[in-house]
């Protein structure tokens, strides 16, 4: 990596923990949910700073399908428990919904389909997720009781849809409603079941959802040495918390607003400029707002954002660990070189996962980061290890190792000084294209299929040889440089998709697990098929546009780099 020293060691010894912590005061005066008026506040408060910084500033309204979960409780047995319900689950009726209980333990897709769940209420082990809200609603369950890890409940969104739903996606919101109790509560429950099968449980839920009005903030820190067809660095963190959320994300927006007051002082060192969007609607909008944001700006990103970093839960107490960040196989070198510099750790370079506001992918954009550092040693059933705190009230200041805080944000702050002032962008797109030969090398096609991938492999061979001649030209001249960032921007808007997306570019897959390269999925389902010629036949169509679909896009990105 080259870059400007001076730029970069001012960059990283200018960051204050002080500063950082003051604006964490700051932000635990307020609970943050998604459309209300102290997220407003929050947010106005994060503008009138970055507008003292020097950067350009505006504030977006959208509409947002947005779920804030109220009063919960439930009854068994003579007795209340404790509960909390969640974000798109369904409200119950005002006397509450009563059911038999059928216990699922972790509830697999298998003891599902082995059980008959129809208008019952289900008992399963761990936190509420999209996943269970979508397999209770293809098995015609009507609740849900979630039995947390340990005593702490952890609020959740359990739609599956990637933000605001549509006329194709509104049928696949949830259709139960739900709640989670401590994991001593849900002992008792079932021990009792065990004594006594049919026994009836009645969950009590409120949960308020709609439609509302909620802010994206837009600030922008230009270059000012910058060429007139410079693209820029989208960096992005989500501002709507549960409770206070100082870690999530708190500490995050925080690392925006820091990173950023350096880079201000130092902007003549800049080749690209730097776009920082602060997001409502991840918490209980499921990314609804940089989902509307891409939509909204869908042909501006394609044409002028080179790449997207994200920021969640800077700082936690306890999170250690930073070798298992995500990146992009493209920026997965540069990230392990930056993580290495500061923290002396390995890095095992992580795929990007379906979370942390990743809306952008169909675009075409790679993306860095998202939660950069977490607990070494993850506790059973809480995502992401971000510790027993994450998405319960107790996420709090106290919460924030200062010393880890610093180091998140100087890694972030060192990314990004090479993002915007490296003469050309870090992006290894021959290894992605590597990664893309690897995964097709994998598939076996049944003899009986007349399906054929040696031209595809063909194909990515050559666009591997050719990138990696790309990548070790010699430039003379910032117009050489420049020329080189558009490339590989327009060569990314053909393999993005490929690696993180099933299908359109203008459509956003669900929020559930991807597998690598989704685009290749109907070519593996076929070459797994084991259940005759008739099946193969079915899979045939799906999978052979698939493989039109990725000699088009490879074929297209080929033309681009040997033009």
């Known amino acids: 990596m080259k870059i400007n020293t001076e730029f970069l060691n001012n960059l990283i010894s200018q960051i204050s923990t002080d500063q950082m912590m003051e604006h964490l005061q700051e932000f635990s005066r307020w609970k943050k949910l998604a459309g209300t008026k102290e997220e407003a506040q929050s947010l106005n408060y994060i503008r009138g700073v970055l507008d003292s910084y020097g950067l350009s500033t505006t504030l977006l309204y959208h509409d ?32 509450g919904l009563t059911r038999k209980i059928v216990d699922l333990g972790s509830a697999s897709q298998a003891t599902f389909n082995a059980t008959d769940v129809r208008n019952q209420i289900v008992l399963i082990d761990g936190m509420a997720t999209p996943e269970m809200a979508k397999r209770c609603r293809h098995a015609g369950a009507v609740g849900q009781i979630h039995i947390s890890p340990h005593e702490y409940l952890h609020e959740m969104c359990l739609s599956p849809v990637w933000g605001n739903p549509d006329f194709e996606t509104v049928k696949n919101l949830p259709t139960s409603s739900a709640v989670t109790l401590s994991d001593e509560d849900g002992k008792k429950i079932r021990e009792q079941l065990t004594i006594t099968p049919d026994l009836p449980a009645t969950i009590h839920a409120k949960v308020d959802t709609g439609w509302r009005k909620t802010p994206i903030l837009i600030a922008d820190l230009e270059a000012k040495n910058a060429p007139e067809d410079a693209p820029y660095i989208l960096f992005s963190g989500h501002h709507d918390t549960w409770y206070e959320g100082v870690m999530d994300n708190g500490s995050a927006n925080a690392t925006m607003m ?33 989902t509307w944001f891409a939509d909204k700006y869908w042909h501006e990103l394609h044409r002028d954002c080179a790449v997207h970093v994200n920021v969640d839960s800077t700082g936690g107490e306890g999170n250690s660990l930073l070798s298992t960040a995500p990146a992009a196989t493209e920026l997965s070198e540069f990230a392990q070189e930056v993580i290495k510099q500061h923290s002396g750790q390995g890095y095992d370079g992580n795929r990007m996962a379906r979370n942390s506001d990743q809306s952008f992918w169909g675009i075409g954009i790679p993306s860095l980061f998202g939660i950069l550092s977490c607990q070494p040693n993850e506790t059973v059933g809480v995502r992401n290890a971000l510790g027993w705190w994450w998405h319960t009230p107790y996420d709090k200041i106290e919460r924030i190792n200062p010393a880890f805080l ?44 007349d399906l054929s991938l ?22 003379e001249s910032p117009e050489a440089y420049l020329k080189r960032d558009r490339t590989l921007m327009l060569v990314s808007r053909q393999l993005v998709p490929l690696d993180y997306t099933y299908g359109d570019q203008h459509s956003h897959d669900p929020a559930l697990p991807l597998p690598k390269w989704p685009s290749l999925e109907p070519i593996r389902n076929l070459a797994g098929e084991t259940r005759g ?15 039109n679909r990725l000699l088009s896009n490879v074929r297209i990105a080929r033309a681009l780099v040997t033009a």
């Open 258 to 290: 820091e990173v950023t007051r350096c880079m201000a002082k130092n902007r003549n060192a800049m080749k690209r400029h730097l776009r920082l969007c602060f997001w409502s609607g991840h918490s209980q909008g499921r990314y609804s707002g940089s």
């Open 533 to 547: 010629a008739d099946a193969l036949r079915l899979h045939l169509g799906l999978a052979t546009r698939s493989l």
């Open 64 to 95: 947002a399908f947005i779920s804030l979960p109220e009063a919960a409780h439930l009854e068994f047995n003579g007795k209340r428990f404790k509960a909390i319900t969640h974000s798109m689950a369904l409200p119950t009726p005002e006397a």
């Open 406 to 449: 610093l180091r998140d944000t100087q890694i972030y702050a060192h990314a990004l000084a090479h993002l915007v002032s490296d003469p050309y962008l870090p992006l290894n797109i021959a290894a992605q294209v590597a990664d893309l030969l690897s995964n097709i090398a994998e598939i076996q096609l049944p003899s009986e299929c």
């Open 454 to 475: 040696s031209a595809l492999h063909t194909e990515v061979e050559e666009l591997h040889k050719e990138m990696v001649g790309f990548q070790e030209q010699r430039l």
